[in-house]
């Protein structure tokens, strides 16, 4: 029974880096921008614009989420007629949208992604940095 164990795991890692390497492709391959690094500061307010250039787009929905545990937690969709989420505020702009974080905290810091919610998704990931007092 142990010896099947390995097997299983090379199988399901195998799996894994398939499907992930299919959905990177995929993203790329419809419009993924690619990774933007954003830097913000503890206590401040930061933007993040997620653009659409050419307006092609502008009628789908869009989304705003937070990466974690290969998952990724919804913060906003124009779905929604929601604007205003804790320390969170979306703004629709002629172009696309923006999300500011006031207060940034540590916590803030992380991977983001926003896109259009539609067949072949258009995404956008940013990696947000967060530094403080000291790394000033």
């Known amino acids: 029974m142990t010896s099947i164990c390995p097997l299983v795991l090379k199988i399901m890692l195998t ?10 492709s995929l993203l790329t391959e419809n419009g993924c921008q690619g990774d933007f ?5 503890r206590r401040a307010k930061t ?5 659409y250039p050419g307006n092609k787009y502008k009628s789908n ?8 545990d290969f998952t990724c937690k919804d ?18 702009t002629k172009s696309g949208f923006s999300v500011s974080i006031s207060n940034v905290s540590s916590h803030d810091a992380g991977v983001y992604w ?14 947000l940095k967060v ?5 000033i």
Do not use: P, V
């Open 61 to 68: 929905a869009k989304f705003f989420c937070k990466e974690k």
């Open 37 to 41: 690094i954003q830097t913000a500061y």
């Open 15 to 24: 799996y894994l880096q398939f499907a992930c390497f299919t959905f990177l």
């Open 47 to 51: 933007t993040i614009t997620c653009d």
């Open 75 to 92: 913060i906003f969709s124009t779905k929604s007629s929601k604007k205003l989420s804790g320390r969170f505020s979306l703004t629709e």
């Open 131 to 135: 530094k403080g007092e000291s790394d």
């Open 114 to 127: 926003c896109g259009e919610d539609r067949g072949n998704q258009r995404a956008e990931k940013i990696q």
